[in-house]
């Protein structure tokens, strides 16, 4: 059976989102593949770590939940990114993971030290 979902439930489905995660997220964005899943190790690669703003999403409406204030940190790497993770504040515990497809970067070619900017980053709870 394929169940329907009001708009209410998904966007209290992705506001659960950012909750289990934590005020305090970390995006880390690699140079390697995205892994089978969150519980698998980070990829290679490490290009930038951003401590994301402790309200990091708006209010899910009409079933999607977008980036909430400015994403941005020095690189400490080098490389073309690829992957991304966001973890709780710890940074240690994957929550969410994607490739560059799903997160769009002011530039995806990544030098040390400079300043990499996520422009947008949108997740949906569509129905099955």
Known sequence: MTYQYSAA?????????????GLTAVLKIF??????NCAAADPTGLLCTITLPSDWMNAASAGAKTKLGTWSNAASGTGTAASWRLY????TTCGIQGNMTDMTLDNTSIAAAQVVTV??????AGNP
């Open 9 to 21: 439930v998904r966007n209290a489905k992705l506001d659960a989102v950012e909750t289990a995660i």
């Open 31 to 36: 140079s390697g593949a995205e892994p089978a």
């Open 88 to 91: 709780a504040s710890d940074g």
């Open 119 to 124: 422009n947008t980053f949108t997740i949906t």
